[in-house]
Nanobody, 122 residues
Framework: QVQLEESGGGLVQAGGSLRLSCAAS????????MAWFRQAPGKVREFVSG???????????DYADSVKGRFTISRDSAKNTMYLQMNSLKPEDTAVYYC????????????WGQGTQVTVSS
C-alpha cells in the first residue's frame, strides 16, 4: 500500500503563491498516476492536476481548466514526493487539497492523503 501525506498549505493573500508537497511512503506498489484534488466547503471533490509516476509512461501533465497557467505539478521520484506549485492564487482556490494515487490505468484513486488547507484571502 501507499501512504500519502500532504504539507505546505496555509493562508495567503490573493495573488500569492504556495507550494504543496505530497510525500509517499511505504509503498508496496509504485503509483501509476498521482494527482492533486481539492474540496471546498459544500462542494464536491474536484480534480486539480495529475501526472504519470510509474509504468514507463510517456510524460505528461494534466490540469483542470480553472488552474491552467497558474499551477504547476512536478515530482521528485528519488524523494518519493510530488509537488504542486500554486501561483496567482485566487479566493476560489480556497479548499482542502488532497494528494491521491492510483496503481493502474483502470483503477480508482485508492490512496489519499489527509489533506492540507489552503486559504486565499481577497
Amino acid at each position: 500500500q501507499v501512504q500519502l501525506e500532504e504539507s505546505g498549505g496555509g493562508l495567503v493573500q490573493a495573488g500569492g503563491s504556495l507550494r504543496l508537497s505530497c510525500a509517499a511512503s511505504r509503498r508496496t506498489f509504485s503509483p501509476y498516476t498521482m494527482a492533486w484534488f481539492r474540496q471546498a466547503p459544500g462542494k464536491v471533490r474536484e480534480f486539480v492536476s495529475g501526472m504519470p509516476w510509474g509504468g514507463g509512461q510517456t510524460y505528461y501533465t494534466d490540469y483542470a481548466d480553472s488552474v491552467k497557467g497558474r499551477f504547476t505539478i512536478s515530482r521528485d521520484s528519488a524523494k518519493n514526493t510530488m509537488y504542486l506549485q500554486m501561483n496567482s492564487l485566487k479566493p476560489e482556490d480556497t479548499a482542502v487539497y488532497y494528494c491521491a494515487a492510483k496503481e493502474s490505468p483502470g483503477s480508482v484513486w485508492s490512496y489519499w492523503g489527509q489533506g492540507t488547507q489552503v486559504t486565499v484571502s481577497s
